[in-house]
T-cell receptor, first 113, second 112 residues
């Protein structure tokens, strides 16, 4: 069952902010929002995660709406190396041994020179 | 620091031949371990996961099996490969109950 909805593709100009949306309208109160990205022919890379507060790290910012039904991953200054498939995943931390990370189809972000 | 190793990076095998892919994790104890597969142009599919030595759970019925003979070693095997087993195989680890997975660099398997 798809718990998140993302646009299949987006373009962004190099140096501009990339804003990647994700809908997770059925998210439960103890589920986190995780973001990963997969550069072509590599394994997925963890970016950031959050529960309800906005989060920022050296890679990106995560903005979660107050009702937690959607979120946006922001890459503040996109570079060509940020071209990748970006996955938004809901995951219950401390959900027990049977809790697994399930990937959807993600958003292919193409950063244009 | 923790590291994850997968090998080989690429593999070409004939149909009907056996398969053994190995994944090892260093710098942590009792990790959760995972095998994913990504067929060409498709998404990541979870194949197996393990929460401890000898404990394997399969997500989808298939021609593959997994084993965890040691705490930080996870092996993916097949007795007879099919063409449909071709794909990009990724191993990952996480701390118990965390959604922060670390992935290996993957093995690209082509069955011919």
């Amino acid at each position: 069952d798809a718990k998140t909805t993302q646009p299949p593709s987006m373009d962004c100009a190099e140096g501009r902010a990339a804003n990647l949306p994700c809908n997770h309208s059925t998210i439960s109160g103890n589920e986190y929002v995780y973001w990963y990205r997969q550069i072509h022919s590599q394994g997925p890379q963890y970016i950031i995660h959050g529960l309800k507060n906005n989060e920022t790290n050296e890679m990106a910012s995560l903005i979660i709406t107050e009702d937690r039904k959607s979120s946006t991953l922001i890459l503040p200054h996109a570079t060509l190396r940020d071209t990748a498939v970006y996955y938004c995943i809901v995951f219950m931390n401390y959900g027990g041994a049977t809790n697994k990370l399930i990937f959807g189809t993600g958003t292919l972000l193409a950063v244009q020179p | 620091s923790q590291t994850i190793h997968q090998w080989p990076a690429t593999l070409v095998q004939p149909v009907g031949s056996p398969l053994s892919l190995e994944c090892t994790v260093e710098g942590t104890s009792n990790p959760n371990l995972y095998w994913y597969r990504q067929a060409a142009g498709r998404g990541l599919q979870l194949l197996f996961y393990s929460v401890g030595i000898g404990q394997i759970s399969s997500e989808v019925p298939q021609n593959l099996s997994a084993s965890r003979p040691q705490d930080r070693q996870f092996i993916l095997s097949s007795k007879k490969l099919l063409l449909s087993d071709s794909g990009f195989y990724l191993c990952a680890w996480s701390l118990s109950s965390s959604g922060g997975y670390t992935f290996g660099s993957g093995t690209r398997l082509t069955v011919v």
